[in-house]
């Protein structure tokens, strides 16, 4: 089992503890896709995004996990900086996304990608984790880097959104693609996610064979 690094999203949000325990779990429609609790009013938004994004990324040739966590969080800590809206534990294989109702909370403080929260963009943030976890299925390299991690996290984030919302956030982000693999560094992530969401997708989109660069990406050639 790989070191339990977190891959998050990045916002005012503490969901860094364990995942809670004895809540009652229901399973997504036709998915092996658990989530928790099961009679939260966001389940059906949380199945939604997670069945889209699993759906967009086989499509690239990615195998989904056999079976999917995800619990969705109500509590806010606003006193807690430089958090998550999410977050995936690759060492349990579990996923933790901020409410919708802990989103608006947050919001004011850090709009994600500079935009008003909205349920499409909600979406987006489970989207992100998820993309995640069936990365983290798929790699070929013992420990991949964060920073190819969170390359595929955000270039599948982006590409399932909805077009009015995805050319918001192209618009809205406007720096240019990595030209060459060794700018997609940890480093970069870290000092400015959104730039470096946005730099991603544009340097996917701007591949001729995407296959073929996912395929060097999840063999360790293309990021390290």
């Given amino acids: 089992m790989r ?15 364990a995942f809670s325990s004895g809540m009652e779990a229901s399973t997504c429609t036709d ?6 609790p099961a009679a939260h009013e966001d389940r ?11 759906e967009l990324m086989q499509n690239y040739g990615f195998e989904p996990p056999p079976r ?9 800590d606003a006193r807690q900086v430089n958090r998550h809206f999410g977050h995936f534990d690759p060492f349990e294989g579990r996923i933790a996304v901020m409410s919708w109702k802990a989103c608006l909370q947050v919001d004011r403080a850090r709009k994600p990608f500079g935009l008003e929260m909205s349920h499409a963009l909600h979406r987006s943030i489970i989207a992100h984790e998820v993309a995640h976890a069936v990365a983290e299925w798929n790699f070929l390299v013992a420990e991949p880097s964060l920073a190819a991690h969170e390359y595929l996290a955000y270039v599948f984030q982006i590409a399932g959104m909805p077009h009015v919302l995805q050319q918001a956030v192209l618009k809205q982000i406007d720096v ?3 030209e060459k693999a060794e700018e997609i560094t940890e480093t970069y992530y870290s000092l400015n996610p959104d730039y470096f969401a946005l730099k991603s997708f544009r340097h996917f989109m701007q591949a001729e064979d995407k296959l073929r660069l996912i395929r060097r990406l999840l063999s360790g050639k293309l990021i390290r």
């Fill in 3 to 17: 070191p339990a690094f977190l891959f998050p999203l990045f916002l005012l949000l503490n969901l860094s503890g």
């Fill in 31 to 36: 998915a092996e896709i658990l989530v928790i």
């Fill in 44 to 54: 059906q938004e949380v199945c939604v995004a997670a069945i889209a994004t699993i």
């Fill in 68 to 76: 999917l966590e995800i619990e969705i969080r109500d509590s806010v």
């Fill in 176 to 178: 240019p693609a990595f």
